[in-house]
């Protein structure tokens, strides 16, 4: 890998971090004057003088008595510092250990639907790649064509209707006391893993079917190449001719996909989240939403913009490690 290459791709990833950080910020107060409006206290019996003097106190907590563009320099000093800001919730809790609390229990139902979704996926795609034609390969073009029609909302409110309400197989909603109560005794981690099968499920369907189409796809672009074709004439097994030469050489299209699900990891299961009631980060963003908890949503934002930042850049320097021809911007 060129390091002109390497230094490129992180200015270039600073660069579009620093867009997304001054949209995050200036666009929820686009025909706002003021966000922190709805926490002034009711007038009752109040003159306008005490009124007018409760309001500067709060503008003042929240930082909101200076211009837009001050605000912005604080926001963005704030940032350099570590701190995400203050929510508005009671007790005005700070915007990271909001998010520190909630990221855990996405990532279980993500990294999990991603490791499952990865390896069964890579298994399928190649068996019917090399079994093409035949039922297998015909039963995934199939699965295929139905997942889209039916997306992953769609399947979990299917299992929680049948697995939750109407067998009782497993919870249709999540213990409430499963968050407060986890101490990663093995008890917990089965309550855990109780609660998770159903939205895991329902998030791994498509994922399956989604790296077992697209490593079928890959595996058969590569099958009739002539270093396949050489391999076979040397009179490597099977095994060796799939696994050493054939996927090794697919890998490119496989990490473009991984990439993108790795970059989706913490905000792709927010309707899922919210249909299992599981309290992770895309209920968590919801909430502030519903609230107008503008600094926790700008947080949550821009928080998981630079996860996805960070994961395309890792997925472009795989790219170049796979295969030094990759280049961006660049003429060989």
Not at 32 to 43: I, L, M, W
Not at 230 to 238: C, H, I, Y
Not at 278 to 289: H, R, S
Not at 307 to 313: E, K, P, R, Y
Request: glycine share 8%; hydrophobic share 50%; net charge neutral.
């Amino acid at each position: 890998m060129q390091k002109s290459y390497l230094i490129k791709r992180i200015l270039y990833a600073i660069f579009i971090f620093f867009v997304v950080m001054v949209l995050n910020f200036f666009i929820p107060r686009i025909g706002v004057d003021d966000p922190a409006e709805r926490y002034y206290p009711p007038q009752g019996n109040m003159t306008d003088v005490e009124y007018d003097i409760i309001k500067q106190v709060t503008r003042e907590q929240y930082g909101f008595d200076v211009s837009n563009l001050q605000q912005f320099l604080n926001y963005a000093k704030g940032l350099f510092q570590g701190d995400l800001g203050t929510s508005f919730r009671p007790g005005n809790p700070k915007v990271s250990d909001l998010i520190a609390e909630r990221l855990p229990w996405t990532l279980v139902l993500s990294v999990t639907n991603l490791l499952i979704s990865l390896f069964i996926g890579l298994m399928i795609g190649t068996i019917a790649a090399w079994r093409r034609g035949r039922w297998q390969d015909t039963l995934l073009l199939n699965m295929s064509t139905i997942s889209t029609a039916l997306p992953a909302f769609f399947l979990a409110l299917i299992l929680s209707f049948y697995f939750g309400f109407e067998l009782e197989l497993f919870p249709a909603y999540t213990n409430p006391n499963m968050v407060s109560g986890f101490d990663w005794s093995w008890e917990a981690v089965k309550v855990v893993m109780y609660n998770a099968a159903l939205p895991i499920i329902s998030m791994s369907i498509g994922g399956i079917i989604g790296y077992g189409q697209g490593t079928r796809n890959a595996v058969i672009a590569v099958t009739n190449e002539d270093f396949i074709l050489t391999a076979r004439a040397k009179g490597l097994s099977r095994n060796q001719v799939i696994f050493k030469h054939t996927l090794r050489n697919a890998m490119l299209p496989i990490v473009t996909s991984l990439g993108m699900s790795i970059s989706g990891l913490i905000g792709g299961a927010v309707i899922i989240e919210q249909i299992f009631n599981w309290n992770g980060m895309g209920t968590l963003f919801l909430e502030a939403n519903n609230t107008n908890d503008y600094p926790l949503m700008m947080g949550i934002m821009l928080f998981m913009s630079a996860f996805a930042i960070v994961a395309n850049l890792v997925t472009e320097l795989c790219y170049s490690l796979l295969d030094p021809r990759v280049t961006v911007g660049e003429k060989r």
